[in-house]
């Protein structure tokens, strides 16, 4: 028996995109009986997958008591093509406002799921496509699973969000591939980067019973089923180890969660509680735990900032604010890049891949485009060793990517992006140089991190072509891209620019033309004062940790250690240049720099982390030490203000675009929201500037 009924499921969330599940009998030869097959399907095709919202939960219980009815020798369940379900509808999370109705929508899905598992008929899902949180936990509450092997993507990532499975996961995978191989799909995998599943992995962990090819996929799925029916096929199941096999993978997740999240995300502690729980296989103890838990959880700032994060990337990322219009870009059929370096070379491999047009670059000398080109060359191979190419492929991929000293190879290219060394007069004369041989129309493109686009394009006989294009390292992997328009920057330019970043896969969003635009003006000012604490006296140790409790990616000094101290000090002096009142130098960073460190922390083979003897022998420390707290403070301070004058210039059009790139650009935690939710919610952005920066009730629980 569900815990709402049809009615009440609709007023708990009356905008639902509904998930109707419909049961019909199919004959399958060598079984006695009919097969019951139940299909999700929310009647959109696979750009919109079916999800599970309170109406949709009904449904599925709906279809559940008729194909009970019908006495049949199996029940299955599978999804419309290329979905099986990809979890929970979030936004009806987003909707409660109270308590009793998270506990509503999380008694809900352990009342139909747990259906299937205490059927006394055969339960088996089809696992036809993407399976995802919600969608798993279904598969994973039947008896038998079968697997497409071409299924896109297989994961449960709730600890991500900041949520966590909630509708049997932390149970059941457990207790069916053991704790350890459920600690890498629940923690270790949602945390790197929300990482997902292949099939073959997933067979392998035991999640899946058996692979199946997709071509005749349900065909191949009930004749297995007919074998297992029959009693011609009875899967293995893992002896599950309960003793200390558990408490090291309890362990294992704790260090994950605490490395990762610092302990700020209440989600992945609530997991880590119901994962010890679920030692005891206790389903009766183990669901109502998870539903108390979930209904605290969705009542969290935390989670509605995650869920806020959620929305971001997969919405607002996907219809940048202010991109003029799409019909306006011109198409791309050769590149050139200037520079032959690591991040023009990792750029030039992402654009033959994703572009899959020829690419060339060029450099100052012979020996340099060689060695861009062979990095090129060496990371293609590096993929078809990995299968991740074909061998036609690879050999395409090399052929697409040359090298040349003369830009008069970029005559017939319809996009130049230089990645040239980080100085204003380099770059003009490149540009410069660039324009003699390409097209009015070709756009020029720019890497900078920091410097105006529109003193760049000064001088150009055509600056209305001149765009910043700003990657993120390493370009592969980081999913944000800032687009800048300069002073003169037209629509067309502009419009190019968001279709070739949406050709990269990348998630673009359009910055107003301002020093270092925003991750890392933001960054530099958040770490200029860490640095400044230092400066003033405060332990390395207590000024670097003092950001711990935001469960940030990486501590300040680790990020700086990262980026490069040349690279830093350097943005930190153009920022100074700007606003001298809120960027400062570091003398200490000059000495640092100047003597060729790059790193403050040391680790040795222990993994012990301590100070460079060497740095703490040249830094020059002041006589006003601050505590942990008092870094802190200070620095989420002056993010407060900085974001606050960047929206009052026009930097980017909402605080939302702000908590966008500090997301896919910056790796910040989805729980803080990027970083407005948090400073609204800790009343931070108030007590600097006199407003928060989203209204309440977005990306915080509704009043």
Not at 236 to 254: L, M, P, S
Not at 533 to 555: C, H, I, N
């Amino acid at each position: 028996m569900t815990a709402l009924t049809a009615d009440e499921a609709k007023a708990l969330f009356p905008d639902e995109v509904v998930t109707v599940a419909r049961t019909r009998l199919v004959t399958v030869p060598g079984v006695t009986g009919q097969v019951a097959l139940i299909t999700l399907d929310n009647g959109h095709d696979h750009t919109r997958p079916s999800t599970f919202g309170p109406q949709s939960l009904v449904s599925l219980n709906a279809a559940f008591d008729e194909a009970v009815a019908a006495s049949p020798a199996a029940i299955a369940v599978t999804g419309k093509p290329f979905v099986f379900a990809v979890g929970a509808d979030l936004t009806a999370v987003e909707h409660a406002s109270r308590r009793e109705q998270a506990l509503a929508i999380g008694q809900l899905g352990h009342d139909v799921f747990r259906r299937f598992t205490e059927s006394t008929t055969p339960t088996f899902a089809f696992v036809n496509g993407a399976v995802l949180g919600g969608g798993l936990e279904l598969a994973l509450s039947c008896h038998y699973r079968t697997l497409a092997s071409n299924a896109a993507a297989i994961a449960l990532p709730e600890v991500f969000l900041g949520l966590f499975p909630g509708w049997g996961g932390t149970q059941l995978l457990p207790n069916l591939i053991g704790a350890h191989d459920a600690v890498t799909v629940i923690f270790e995998n949602s945390l790197n980067q929300n990482r997902m599943l292949k099939p073959a992995q997933a067979l392998d962990l035991g999640i899946a019973d058996v692979l199946l090819d997709s071509a005749d996929y349900l065909e191949q799925s009930l004749r297995w089923l007919a074998s297992v029916v029959r009693g011609d096929v009875t899967p293995t199941r893992r002896e599950i180890d309960r003793g200390e096999a558990w408490d090291a993978a309890v362990a294992r997740a704790r260090a994950i969660v605490d490395a990762r999240t610092k302990g700020a995300a209440p989600g992945a502690l609530k997991a880590l509680e119901l994962l010890e729980l679920a030692r005891a296989d206790d389903l009766d103890a183990g669901y109502a735990a998870e539903t108390e838990a979930l209904a605290d959880v969705v009542m969290s700032d935390e989670l509605r900032a995650g869920l806020y994060s959620f929305n971001l990337v997969q919405k607002r990322a996907k219809r940048p604010a202010g991109a003029p219009d799409k019909s306006l870009a011109r198409k791309v059929t050769k590149v050139g890049v200037v520079g032959a370096g690591l991040m023009a070379s990792q750029m030039a491999l992402l654009f033959a891949r994703r572009l899959e047009v020829p690419v060339v670059l060029t450099d100052v000398d012979q020996a340099r485009v060689d060695k861009g080109v062979g990095y090129v060359h060496g990371e293609v191979d590096k993929l078809l060793a990995k299968r991740r190419v074909s061998p036609d492929q690879a050999n395409r991929l090399k052929a697409l990517v040359t090298g040349s000293l003369d830009k008069a190879a970029f005559a017939d290219a319809d996009f130049v992006i230089e990645a040239v060394f980080e100085d204003l007069a380099v770059k003009r004369e490149v540009f410069a140089e660039v324009e003699e041989f390409v097209s009015p129309e070709a756009v020029l493109a720019t890497n900078t991190s920091s410097l105006s686009i529109t003193d760049l394009a000064a001088g150009l006989k055509h600056p209305e072509r001149v765009v910043g294009f700003h990657f993120f390292n390493p370009v592969a992997v980081m999913p944000l891209l800032e687009i800048v328009r300069a002073e003169r920057t037209d629509d067309a330019t502009l419009a190019t620019a968001f279709a070739v970043g949406k050709q990269l896969k990348k998630s673009s969003v359009l910055v107003k033309d301002a020093p270092a635009f925003v991750v890392n003006r933001l960054l530099t000012r958040f770490m200029g004062e860490v640095v400044k604490s230092v400066d003033e006296g405060t332990p390395f140790e207590v000024a670097d940790k003092a950001t711990e409790p935001l469960g940030l990616p990486m501590s300040p000094l680790v990020l700086l250690q990262l980026v490069g101290a040349p690279v830093a000090l350097h943005v930190a002096e153009t920022m100074h240049g700007a606003f001298p009142d809120r960027f400062g130098v570091s003398e200490n960073m000059k000495a640092f720099v100047a003597a060729g460190k790059n790193a403050v922390w040391q680790w040795d083979s222990t993994g012990k982390q301590t100070v460079d003897p060497e740095v703490q022998a040249l830094w020059r420390f002041g006589d006003a030490p601050l505590t942990g707290d008092e870094v802190k403070a200070r620095a989420l301070e002056a993010l407060a203000e900085e974001i606050r004058l960047m929206l009052d210039e026009g930097v980017v059009a909402e605080a939302q675009d702000i908590d966008l790139c500090l997301i896919l650009g910056a790796g910040w935690p989805f729980w803080l929201g990027g970083i407005t939710p948090y400073l609204d919610r800790t009343g931070i952005s108030e007590k600097v500037t006199g407003r928060r920066f989203l209204a309440p009730g977005v990306a915080s629980v509704p009043a």
